[in-house]
């Protein structure tokens, strides 16, 4: 459904540091960096045949996170899921919602964590029992 997702960042080189140490946890190497013809960065993370994409935005507005919006991404197991978490934390994100854990509800259970990176986009890491 998806081809990439992209956030925008304050600060590139600070999203850069958190994020590949974050996407590091899920098996992402290192970003591909590239220039938009605004002159502005955006590192390219790729795993899995997805994209994760972060940018200084093009618009030269400051970078913004959307309220209600979160980005999910898929863990293997429990333990990967409070180690992305950990991880967040230990490079400048910040927990929110309830701690890491089991949650069941209407969609089953699953484990979840949630944080926000640095520039205050919510993130989900989600494992879901088969």
């Keep these: 459904m998806f081809s990439h997702v992209m956030l925008g960042s304050k600060d590139i080189e600070r999203s850069k540091r958190f994020y ?7 098996g992402a190497g ?10 502005h960065t955006r590192l390219f993370y790729r795993h899995d045949g997805c994209s994760f994409g972060v940018t200084e935005p093009i618009n030269g507005e400051e970078a913004t996170y959307a309220n209600g919006g979160t980005i999910g991404f898929k863990c293997n197991s429990p333990e990967q899921v409070q180690q992305f978490h950990d991880v967040a934390v230990a490079n400048g994100g910040t927990t929110c ?3 890491p854990g089991l949650r069941e509800g209407n969609l089953g259970a699953m484990y979840l964590a949630y944080v ?15």
Aim: proline share 14%.
């Design 30 to 39: 290192e970003p591909f960096r590239s220039q938009a013809p605004s002159g």
């Design 20 to 26: 590949d140490a974050l996407l590091g946890v899920l």
């Design 97 to 99: 919602e309830d701690p």
């Design 116 to 130: 926000r990176d640095p520039d205050g986009n919510k993130l989900c890491a989600v494992y879901r029992p088969k």
